[in-house]
Nanobody, 126 residues
Framework: QVQLVESGGGLVQAGESLTLSCAVFGDTATYNGFAWYVQLPGNEREIERELVAAISSEGATKYADFVKDRLTISRDDAKNTVTLLMDNLKPEDTAVYYC????????????????WGQGTQVTVSS
């Protein structure tokens, strides 16, 4: 069983930065990757979440085009944490951000079914 707990969201001004953290509990040996997804306002279903960043156990990363160069994903396996550094935030970044574990192969990330945190709200004002 895996539990993911996100934190670090909040209300910021456009252009500011935020760091989101995901604490990982349980046995993730089955999975080699972690990722952050967004659920945009108006989208209620889990299937509508969009990948923003993923990282493999070897440190390979993948980013959505709309966040490229503004977000940095990292992982610290010794501390069981996954971090998302968000720079130069824009109002359109406003969303609930979710942490995920899953499989990362050949540049593609596949989330493990059912393993999501509760999400952390990021709100960016203009």
């Amino acid at each position: 069983q895996v539990q993911l707990v996100e934190s670090g969201g909040g209300l910021v001004q456009a252009g500011e930065s935020l760091t989101l953290s995901c604490a990982v509990f349980g046995d993730t040996a089955t999975y080699n990757g972690f990722a952050w997804y967004v659920q945009l306002p108006g989208n209620e279903r889990e299937i509508e979440r969009e990948l923003v960043a993923a990282i493999s156990s070897e440190g390979a990363t993948k980013y959505a085009d709309f966040v490229k160069d503004r977000l940095t994903i990292s992982r610290d396996d010794a501390k069981n944490t996954v971090t998302l550094l968000m720079d130069n935030l824009k109002p359109e970044d406003t969303a609930v951000y979710y942490c995920s574990t899953g499989h990362y192969y050949v540049g593609h990330y596949f989330p493990a079914a059912g393993y999501w945190g509760q999400g952390t709200q990021v709100t960016v004002s203009s």
